[in-house]
């Protein structure tokens, strides 16, 4: 009979940590593309250095989005049987405010129930020149005013 309840309780404590993660997230729409809605998680901003921040990014995917992305896993023989099952990609990118840059640190492509379907890690990955008028454009220029205004948290 103990054993059920330990089993009860560390099961509780285990979701209740999942569920503080959901509510933490504060997700804000700033772009709508071909692909999906894409929107950007306030509370995950991060100050890395004096001109480098880092956040979270969540593309949910239209259906042009789920079949765009279900071709390239088909490519990397890691597509699920059906491209609907795709949901969102979550992506976390580092913008270089002072040189106009920014470099994927990591991308997560996920299914409808949050299941990771693919991973990249690309901490040391290569920077990229932040495109004139694109939606990374509209990102550094609404983070980078608050790097200079250090209302970021530090790392």
Avoid at 97 to 120: T, Y
Wanted: aromatic fraction near 8%.
């Amino acid at each position: 009979m103990k054993v059920k309840k330990v089993q009860f309780i560390i099961c509780l404590v285990i979701l209740l940590l999942f569920a503080s993660q959901a509510w933490a997230a504060e997700w804000v729409l700033y772009h709508t593309s071909a692909v999906g809605n894409e929107s950007y998680d306030k509370s995950s901003m991060k100050k890395l250095d004096n001109n480098v921040i880092s956040v979270l990014t969540k593309t949910i995917y239209n259906d042009v989005g789920k079949l765009k992305n279900y071709s390239a896993l088909k490519k990397m023989d890691k597509a699920p049987g059906n491209p609907y099952i795709l949901s969102h990609e979550l992506v976390l990118l580092e913008i270089d405010c002072l040189n106009r840059k920014i470099k994927v640190s990591s991308r997560r492509i996920c299914d409808k129930r949050g299941g990771i379907i693919a991973s990249e890690m690309q901490s040391h990955g290569a920077w990229s020149d932040i495109v004139p008028n694109s939606n990374y454009e509209k990102l550094k220029n609404q983070f980078c005013g608050f790097v200079k205004k250090s209302k970021i948290k530090k790392k």
